[in-house]
């Protein structure tokens, strides 16, 4: 069961309440009570090609959480000494990604859609892009 893996440093799986009904389910999130963080800022990924990667990248600074709306997705994480990849397929379970842990989101089925919270702004000088170095912001 996907509650009982371990995770990288400071990664968690975030559970969402969800409202069911006969009309269908209904999940809500409120940041600095459901997310460790006020939310900043939100994005989505979707109709991703097959074959393509997204993420990819570490932040220095930047924490998020992200939410598979649709569909499913693999999602690996690094933290520069742990390694573990996660099946995301779940509307009302997130992903907790800290700064400081690598991020690469693959296996995109055809209708995957993806909800990033993020903590702060786009800053493009937050993200890491290069392994190498990230292993060495990851060893400060």
């Given at each position: 069961?996907?509650?009982d893996?371990?995770?990288?440093?400071?990664?968690?799986?975030?559970?969402?309440?969800?409202?069911?009904?006969?009309?269908?389910?209904?999940?809500?999130?409120?940041?600095?009570?459901?997310?460790?963080?006020?939310?900043?800022r939100?994005?989505?990924?979707?109709?991703?090609?097959e074959?393509?990667?997204?993420g990819?990248?570490?932040h220095?600074?930047?924490?998020?959480?992200?939410?598979?709306?649709?569909?499913?997705?693999?999602?690996?994480?690094?933290?520069?000494?742990?390694?573990?990849?996660?099946?995301?397929?779940?509307?009302?379970?997130?992903?907790?990604?800290?700064?400081?842990?690598?991020c690469?989101?693959?296996?995109?089925?055809?209708?995957?859609?993806?909800?990033?919270?993020?903590?702060?702004?786009?800053?493009?000088?937050?993200?890491?892009?290069?392994?190498?170095?990230?292993?060495?912001?990851?060893?400060?």
């Amino acid at each position: 069961m996907m509650k009982d893996i371990r995770l990288p440093k400071g990664c968690d799986l975030i559970h969402l309440p969800n409202v069911v009904d006969d009309r269908g389910m209904l999940t809500f999130v409120e940041g600095n009570k459901h997310i460790p963080f006020e939310i900043k800022r939100i994005f989505w990924t979707y109709r991703v090609k097959e074959g393509q990667t997204r993420g990819n990248h570490a932040h220095r600074t930047c924490s998020m959480v992200l939410f598979p709306v649709g569909g499913s997705y693999k999602i690996e994480l690094d933290d520069g000494t742990f390694r573990c990849t996660l099946h995301m397929e779940d509307p009302h379970v997130g992903l907790l990604v800290p700064p400081g842990v690598w991020c690469r989101l693959f296996d995109f089925t055809p209708e995957a859609a993806s909800v990033c919270l993020a903590s702060h702004p786009y800053e493009a000088e937050d993200y890491i892009h290069d392994y190498d170095e990230f292993l060495k912001f990851v060893s400060l």
